[in-house]
């Protein structure tokens, strides 16, 4: 399915709630994260991407293209082109990798976020399961 | 026969030049015109790291291992070439190799092939768009081309899913990044590639290059202008130390640079300048008055905007780790410095890092020399030995004879000369170096004389051979010509060396510290990682990093030694570098080194008031004064192992 599509967004969802494990995958985390996918072909539109997790437990996930999560009072604000993000998503490239490489930018408090690199790449690796046309 | 079965054929042709293609490390010194011979006139005219000598190795690396077809653009390449000898002559004075004849494989494997074996690689949308930005003949996505940058911004292996641009100016250069952006095309810049070519051979590859998109080759911005009443130099992205130091010099003035082959923009960005002329022009943007930086969208920023955001803020946390640029630094005007007539090189020869750091300390917090640092014996050998065995015969003499294992190494004026003189009980002044430079084949061929033996009984034989009676003897006996150096060299070049070594400024020790051409010398056919950083300048500190860093590397089987220690701020603080050398073709040293680069990140992070190296890439535009106070804590258990994770995953891609 298509990557960012309302069925991948429905898929993603669910199968993160199924997968993951609070304790194993997401450490007991209690976090909120909002992503900006930017410059999304073909028109260069903009995706925002909000979760929230409490104590590894998934509380909110809304992929929207409207900004509206703008709104919503995130810890950690992560900003980085689509190309980055599906490589991220592919497994070709870390987040941690692409942090460095000045790929994407982070606001928030830097040493918590790090924190968190794990539990994301886990989340990440759920993703990966969904067939998706990029 | 068929194609392939042609190629298989004729690439054993290619087996002699491989050989001396693979030894080679990208030095970057083929680019310049450091012995007034010119530089290679298809990589003038051309451009693409393709046309130069060290590109050509590449290509002809990946021709033999089968990684790379013959193309059109790659027959333009080989023949090219004029063998006019010129990159011989380079790159033999540097690293002892001969280039040419690689280039002339190159051009004799070509000829062999079909003309209609040849493959014309198409040209796709975002080529057709890049050559509207650049000019048709400044874009490419010929694989021959790509090749050419393996190892100095891209990895070994990473295929040919790139393209190259060299654009002219800085406008062009922010156009290629807005279609970039547009089109979620990574992209990187590179100058000369020396330090990115340092990086590659380490678990650093991933994180310092690019795996596919568009490679900025930004050699074409050459503007240097200087500007006699301000007493400043605007400088292209292009223009190299050398070439910046030659022109400054010109009008009777000096530039902090960093080794002859850095890009000075490139290097004023990545780590800012690093020198041990930083005892008097200091660090970062301490030398450069403007910059211009295309930031990811392609927007043009100068730094005299007033509505800029301050520009020159950062901090030295642990989470602010970055090796690759956030902006591509294409123009600069940096500070130019007075030159004195007085100026004369001084060096204090030491058995021990303490006592060489009492004087040197001493020294940078009186602000005495304009250039200070203390060296270790192992980089003053590499540096004036004309190969690989005779510095290491030098060193070895030094060490077990002489017992000078430390120089603090000093360029002043007349006045601080006398302050040194007065302090130091030997000194090694700028006839003595001129001996050992043109006399360092015979100094290291007495290895095991007589002469030497007789000489380490003496009570001091520093003194004794410095400043005594045998320091004439010495002078004698290593008969000091360019007459007698040039025989190190192949016997078709001696003639051209023996002019070389002619030059008056070949021997003068305080042109040397100002043009730095010697210190490529390290990379002689074998490779070397920087340690160590900025740290407080405090005796001890440095000298337990020292330590720390020599244990890690013999664990690890590294040859290593500390290279030099320069200071900033009336020495408050030191910049200490430690190399780890290893041989590049050797997976297995790899491997080690890689083990020891990891150890001694996790090691150095804990020591409270030290700034690891990879702390210090792309922070050159900052102030030093928010790098540098305060220095860093030292990481907790808790970030230590944060960190660990984050290493891991850099190592794991």
Known sequence: MKFLSDEWIKKAKQITAEKLDPEKDLKKATTSLLNIIENIPPNGSSIYFFISVKNGFIEEFIINKTGSVLNKDAEFVVIGNYDTFVQILKGEMSITIALIKNRINIKGDKVKALKFVKPMDKFNTCLRQIKTEY | MTQDEVLTDIKTDLKEAFSIAEKGTHCGMCKVDFLGSGVCPSGKKNGFAAYWPDGRMEIVKALYSDKLKPTEELKQIANSCTVCGICDKQCNFTTHLRPEKVAKALKEYINKIDDNDFVKTPEDNTLKKLRSLVGEKWASNDPAVIVSYTKTIIIPDAGVNFYVVMPETTEEAAEVIKYADKNNIPYL????????SMFIETLLAKAVSLEKGIIFDLRRLKKLEIDEENKTATIGVGVNAFELQKEAYKHGMRALVAEAEAHVCVNIASVGIISTWGNTYGWGSDNFIEATLIDSKGTIIHHSDEELTNPYSTNNSFTNLTLTPSTIITEATVKLH???????????????????????????????????????????????????????????????????????????????????????????????????????????????SEFLKILSEEENPLKAIFAGPMKSHLEQALDPSPKQIAKVY????????????????????????????????????????????????????????????????????????????????????????????????????????????????????????????????????????????????GLSDDELKILGEMVQTVVGG
């Not at chain 2, 192949?490 to 010697?518: C, G, N």
């Not at chain 2, 890689?594 to 190296?613: D, F």
């Not at chain 2, 702390?615 to 106070?629: A, C, P, S």
Request: aromatic share 12%; proline share 5%; glycine share 4%.
């Open chain 2, 490 to 633: 192949d016997e078709d070049l001696q003639d051209f060396f023996e002019k070389v070594y002619s030059k008056p400024e070949m021997t003068d020790v305080v042109w040397l510290h100002a043009f730095r051409i010697l210190p490529s010398r390290l990379m002689r056919q074998r490779m070397f990682m920087l340690r160590g950083g900025y740290i407080v300048a405090d005796k001890k500190k440095i000298l337990d990093l020292n330590d720390m860093l020599n244990k890690v590397g013999d664990k690890y089987n590294l040859p290593n030694a500390l290279g030099f220690i320069s200071f900033l701020e009336n020495g408050k603080y030191a910049f200490v570098e430690y190399d780890y050398y290893f041989d590049h073709l050797d997976p297995n040293s790899h491997n080690r080194l890689n083990q020891s680069i990891v150890e001694t990140l996790q090691l150095q992070l804990k020591i409270k008031g030290l700034l690891p190296i990879e702390y210090v890439f792309h922070k050159g535009l900052f102030r030093k004064e928010h790098l540098f106070y305060p220095m860093p804590e």
């Open chain 2, 338 to 448: 007075p030159i004195f007539e007085d100026e004369e090189a001084v060096l204090v020869p030491f058995e021990t890092l303490d006592e060489a750091l009492d004087l040197a300390m001493e020294l940078a917090k009186r602000r005495v020399g304009l250039s200070l640092a203390v060296i270790s014996s192992k980089y003053l050998s590499e540096f004036i030995s004309p190969t690989n065995k005779i510095a290491e015969d030098f060193e070895y003499i030094a060490k077990n004879y002489l017992k000078f294992n430390f120089i603090v190494d000093i360029v002043c004026d007349k006045y601080d000369k006398m302050i040194v003189e007065d302090i130091a009980d030997v000194t090694i002044d700028q006839k003595m170096m001129r001996t050992l430079i043109l006399g360092s084949p015979r100094f290291a061929s007495l290895k095991e």
């Open chain 2, 189 to 196: 810049p590179r100058g000369n590639g020396t330090l990115l």
